[in-house]
């Protein structure tokens, strides 16, 4: 943890949700705030900006999916969604509205940490300048000065789509993108309903990383959504 503990605004009116954020997130040294509705969480985050917004939907005064929405006119604040809605369909909605990630009830505290970690480590290359010129994680590393890439010290030679699709994915790593963007920002806004051609490039993108399909390391699916470059 960084000497300033990164603050963390929780938007949830369930008690009992709250109370076991609190401790999981003191507990790891992060400063909680707390806010019932989504009213009061635009406010407080207009007035006192966090590190992380961590987001439950289904809210006492509005949609969780507005605050989003209205947040997204004003800041980059990273939002990660925690809510008991699981359809495919919602997902895509809220990540296409502007959320940074996406949870559902019930949840891993490990796993929710994973995910507030990675959108932290995404704000501070943002605020540090410009991006990263070097990735890294566990075996699979990316030059991006140099458009190099490696896997266990080997270099692999990537097509310029597949190296596209994979860069992308690195300058959101751990943050789903859902199919819609990730189309967008490889091929272009034309190519935007077009999904086989993700499952084609995918595919050929995980058999040079020696990606198990099956069981991804690198390229995490998220099914009926997008996908996920894992960060740690």
């Given at each position: 943890?960084?000497?300033?503990?990164?603050?963390i605004?929780?938007?949830?009116?369930?008690?009992?949700i709250?109370?076991?954020?609190?401790?999981?997130?003191v507990?790891?040294g992060?400063?909680?705030?707390?806010v019932?509705?989504?009213?009061?969480?635009?406010?407080?985050a207009?007035?006192?900006?966090?590190?992380?917004?961590?987001?439950?939907?289904?809210l006492?005064?509005?949609?969780?999916?507005?605050?989003?929405?209205?947040?997204?006119?004003?800041?980059?604040?990273?939002?990660i969604v925690?809510t008991a809605?699981?359809?495919?369909?919602?997902?895509?909605?809220?990540l296409?509205?502007?959320?940074?990630?996406y949870?559902t009830?019930?949840?891993?505290?490990?796993?929710?940490?994973?995910?507030?970690?990675?959108?932290?480590r995404?704000?501070?290359?943002?605020?540090?300048g410009a991006?990263?010129?070097?990735?890294?994680?566990?075996g699979?590393?990316?030059?991006l000065?140099?458009?190099?890439?490696?896997?266990?010290?080997?270099e692999?030679?990537?097509t310029?789509?597949?190296?596209?699709?994979?860069?992308?994915?690195?300058?959101?790593?751990?943050?789903?993108?859902?199919?819609?963007?990730?189309l967008?920002?490889?091929?272009?806004?034309?190519a935007?309903e077009e999904?086989?051609?993700?499952?084609?490039?995918?595919g050929q993108?995980r058999?040079?990383?020696?990606?198990?399909a099956?069981?991804?390391?690198?390229?995490?699916?998220?099914p009926?959504?997008?996908?996920?470059?894992?960060?740690e």
């Open positions: 943890m960084e000497s300033v503990a990164a603050r605004l929780l938007i949830e009116d369930d008690p009992a709250r109370r076991f954020l609190r401790v999981s997130l507990n790891q992060y400063e909680l705030e707390e019932e509705t989504g009213r009061g969480g635009i406010q407080q207009a007035s006192r900006p966090p590190d992380v917004i961590i987001l439950d939907l289904g006492p005064d509005m949609d969780g999916m507005d605050v989003i929405r209205e947040v997204r006119q004003w800041s980059s604040l990273p939002i925690l809605r699981g359809q495919e369909s919602e997902k895509v909605v809220a296409d509205a502007g959320a940074d990630d949870l009830k019930p949840f891993g505290v490990g796993e929710l940490l994973a995910r507030v970690r990675a959108v932290l995404r704000g501070s290359a943002r605020s540090a991006e990263q010129a070097v990735f890294e994680v566990e699979l590393r990316a030059d000065a140099h458009r190099r890439v490696f896997m266990h010290g080997q692999i030679h990537l310029p789509t597949e190296y596209r699709m994979l860069t992308t994915l690195i300058r959101h790593a751990g943050k789903v993108l859902t199919h819609r963007q990730l967008r920002e490889v091929w272009g806004p034309q935007s999904t086989h051609y993700l499952r084609v490039y995918m993108l058999q040079k990383l020696g990606d198990d099956a069981r991804p390391r690198y390229l995490l699916t998220e009926g959504v997008g996908y996920r470059l894992a960060a």
